[in-house]
Structures are given as C-alpha cells and as structure tokens.
C-alpha cells in the first residue's frame, strides 16, 4: 500500500521552479518521492537520512542515493508532509541550513491540508 505524500505549497513552488531550471534534477526528485510512496519509514540510507540536531524528526530525501545536487526536507509520519527544496549540504551549507529553517517554519504554520 502506498504511503500518502503531501507537499506543502511552498515546495511545491520551489520544485516548479527548479523544473524549470533542470528537468533532469526534477525528475531524479520525482523519483525520489515515488520511492518514498511505495517504501515509507522502510525507504533507509542512501536514500533516506535523518537530519541531525533538527529536533523535530526531519529527515532528507536523497535522489539518487545522494548523487543528486538536491535533497528533499521532509516529516515522517502519516502522511508524509515534504517541507523544503534543500541543495546538498556539503557543497552549500548555508542553502542547507535556510532551507532546514523555512520547514520548520512551515511545520509550524501548517495545518495538515
């Protein structure tokens, strides 16, 4: 049975936007969600990971078993509830870190539809 994703607007916005950039990254993240739907918790590491001292659960959706430039931000659970558009955090921390802090920001301010 699949797992139910939502995807808060605002990341929707910026995946829009980021397909417009790169079709390629657009799909790998596509892909990435898919999985995320058939596999749920189970889907683990390359794949998957949990963001350290992020204290609220959130964990990192890995495209392409973290060859991808681009990661997704989201809160486990039912459902799904993906957050943020984030770049890789090695190669750009501080887009890490913005995008770490506007979930959490749109975890706060969410309510659930």
């Not at 204290?55 to 060859?67: F, I, Y």
């Not at 991808?68 to 459902?79: E, F, I, N, Q, S």
């Not at 558009?85 to 975890?107: I, K, S, T």
């Amino acid at each position: 049975m699949a797992e139910r994703i939502i995807i808060h607007p605002d990341c929707r916005a910026e995946l829009e936007a980021l397909a417009q950039r790169s079709r390629r990254d657009a799909n790998a993240l596509e892909h990435a969600r898919e999985k995320l739907a058939v596999l749920g918790s189970s889907l683990g590491y390359p794949h998957s990971s949990a963001i350290r001292g992020t204290g609220g659960g959130l964990r990192e959706l890995r495209p392409k078993a973290g060859r991808c430039p681009w990661r997704l931000v989201y809160r486990p659970g039912r459902p799904f509830v993906i957050l943020a558009l984030a770049p890789e955090a090695v190669r750009d921390p501080r887009g890490f870190q913005r995008a770490l802090d506007a979930a959490h920001d749109r975890l706060d301010r969410w309510d659930g539809t």
